[in-house]
């Protein structure tokens, strides 16, 4: 099998390395949620739960039957100030047809005041919430989770997001999903279920996996749409330009990011996608995944970066102990990135790389399956591996 070995290109945020001889997309979701991160789920449904709302209300699956609804899991310990409340009380203004939850594992006490500074209605806000978080995967907070009025987690998004650009995002959900099943806007939201007297809770129903189990599902789904829709990711790089200050990246509430760049490097990146083609979806390649995780999870426990394993394995090497690639063979390893459009920023971006090889892995159309681990890293918190190749056969 021929290969023709590609220079390695290093960076301490983000390493990229290639070898040269039925895909996860989000494009059923509006732009706008596109643009903001939201990421497509499939095969999620939400379980059963049961929640007190701080009116003492219950919010449970008869307060949702029919309607699109919006999840916002949220915790003071991440937004003191209830900036993700005041979004929600500013989306109700804007579509009062609008079912608009915020779960939050914190006690009442806590949270009331927060609550009532933001303006937000008790009654669509319940504290101790953890079954009812868990009915829609477990995810941290913040997280937004969009579920269909069938029931089915549709689309979610971890992390903060813009306020500005989060009502028209979840504006263009709402009314995607009201289209879709035939339904003009609703004005009114359904009454709240009176509190049972028991006050029990409904088991969580096994078919809601983890939303933390699906980030190398979030990071496909994200690479798919920068691969197959080029322009509308330049619009995503035009947004995260906003936060660059001269060589420091500074997003409200996160911690600040030391660039190599700054803009001239998003420049280059947004340049370059305006004139990108589409390129082909990603598959999943369960065995490109297995190889992934082993060099994830081997540096996460070593806090080594690159692409050599402590145990001398190549890249290569890793993808055969599971079977045999086809045609073409990369690897993309970022560092440090907190949600899936956070990594593919990072990698399209190539900040500091001269020869912005993670951005061609990214966009190499020879590149038909991938595989993906996120895990923790002693350094940099984060590393997310990425196998790329034209093809593999498992063993």
């Given at each position: 099998?021929?290969?023709?070995?590609?220079?390695?290109?290093?960076?301490?945020?983000?390493?990229?390395?290639?070898l040269?001889?039925?895909a996860?997309?989000?494009?059923?979701?509006?732009?706008?949620?596109?643009?903001?991160?939201?990421?497509?789920?499939?095969?999620?449904?939400?379980?059963?739960?049961?929640?007190?709302?701080?009116?003492?209300?219950?919010?449970?699956?008869?307060?949702?039957?029919?309607?699109?609804?919006?999840?916002?899991?949220?915790?003071?310990?991440?937004d003191?100030?209830?900036?993700?409340?005041?979004?929600?009380?500013?989306?109700?203004?804007?579509?009062?047809?609008?079912?608009?939850?915020?779960?939050?594992?914190?006690?009442?006490?806590?949270?009331?005041?927060?609550?009532?500074?933001?303006?937000?209605?008790?009654?669509?806000?319940?504290?101790?919430?953890?079954?009812?978080?868990?009915?829609?995967?477990?995810?941290?907070?913040?997280?937004?989770?969009?579920?269909?009025?069938?029931?089915?987690?549709?689309?979610?998004?971890l992390?903060?997001?813009?306020?500005d650009?989060?009502?028209?995002?979840?504006?263009?959900?709402?009314?995607?999903?009201?289209?879709?099943?035939?339904?003009?806007?609703?004005r009114?939201?359904?009454?709240?279920?009176?509190?049972?007297?028991?006050?029990?809770i409904?088991?969580?129903?096994?078919s809601?996996?983890?939303?933390a189990?699906?980030?190398?599902?979030?990071?496909?789904?994200?690479?798919?749409?920068?691969?197959?829709?080029?322009?509308?990711?330049?619009d995503?790089?035009?947004?995260?330009?906003?936060?660059?200050?001269?060589?420091?990246?500074?997003r409200?509430?996160?911690?600040?990011?030391?660039?190599?760049?700054?803009?001239?490097?998003?420049?280059?990146?947004?340049?370059?996608?305006?004139?990108?083609?589409?390129?082909?979806?990603?598959?999943?390649?369960?065995?490109?995944?297995?190889?992934?995780?082993?060099?994830?999870?081997?540096?996460?426990?070593?806090?080594?970066?690159?692409?050599?394993?402590?145990?001398?394995?190549?890249?290569?090497?890793?993808?055969?102990?599971?079977?045999?690639?086809?045609?073409?063979?990369?690897?993309?390893?970022?560092?440090?990135?907190?949600?899936?459009?956070?990594?593919?920023?990072?990698?399209?971006?190539?900040?500091?790389?001269?020869?912005?090889?993670?951005?061609?892995?990214?966009?190499?159309?020879?590149?038909?399956?991938?595989?993906?681990?996120?895990?923790?890293?002693?350094?940099?918190?984060?590393?997310?591996?990425?196998?790329?190749?034209?093809?593999f056969?498992?063993?």
């Amino acid at each position: 099998m021929a290969m023709q070995k590609r220079a390695l290109a290093a960076a301490a945020m983000v390493i990229a390395l290639s070898l040269a001889p039925g895909a996860a997309s989000g494009q059923g979701l509006p732009d706008a949620a596109l643009r903001l991160g939201f990421a497509k789920a499939t095969g999620k449904r939400i379980g059963a739960f049961s929640a007190s709302s701080l009116a003492g209300t219950t919010l449970d699956g008869n307060s949702i039957a029919g309607e699109p609804a919006l999840f916002h899991v949220w915790s003071a310990l991440t937004d003191p100030t209830g900036e993700a409340l005041a979004l929600i009380a500013a989306l109700r203004r804007a579509a009062p047809g609008a079912l608009i939850i915020a779960l939050s594992p914190d006690k009442a006490q806590r949270i009331e005041g927060i609550v009532a500074r933001a303006g937000l209605d008790a009654s669509l806000v319940a504290a101790e919430a953890r079954t009812a978080i868990l009915a829609l995967g477990g995810p941290p907070p913040p997280s937004w989770i969009f579920v269909s009025p069938a029931g089915e987690i549709a689309a979610y998004r971890l992390g903060r997001i813009d306020p500005d650009a989060g009502l028209v995002a979840i504006e263009a959900l709402f009314e995607a999903y009201r289209l879709s099943v035939g339904k003009e806007p609703s004005r009114e939201r359904p009454p709240a279920s009176v509190k049972p007297e028991s006050g029990s809770i409904d088991p969580v129903s096994p078919s809601a996996p983890p939303i933390a189990q699906s980030m190398e599902e979030a990071i496909i789904q994200e690479l798919n749409l920068a691969r197959t829709r080029p322009s509308l990711y330049a619009d995503v790089l035009r947004e995260y330009r906003k936060f660059i200050r001269g060589n420091y990246l500074e997003r409200p509430g996160e911690t600040t990011v030391v660039l190599n760049e700054g803009v001239k490097a998003v420049d280059e990146a947004i340049a370059y996608l305006e004139r990108q083609e589409p390129v082909p979806p990603l598959a999943l390649s369960p065995g490109l995944s297995k190889a992934a995780s082993d060099h994830a999870r081997d540096q996460g426990k070593t806090g080594q970066t690159g692409h050599t394993g402590s145990d001398r394995s190549t890249m290569s090497q890793r993808a055969e102990r599971y079977g045999s690639w086809i045609k073409t063979l990369g690897e993309n390893i970022a560092y440090g990135a907190e949600t899936a459009r956070d990594v593919v920023i990072q990698l399209i971006v190539d900040d500091g790389v001269a020869s912005r090889g993670h951005r061609t892995n990214v966009f190499n159309p020879a590149f038909l399956v991938v595989g993906v681990s996120f895990g923790k890293h002693p350094k940099y918190r984060t590393i997310c591996v990425q196998d790329f190749a034209g093809g593999f056969e498992p063993r």
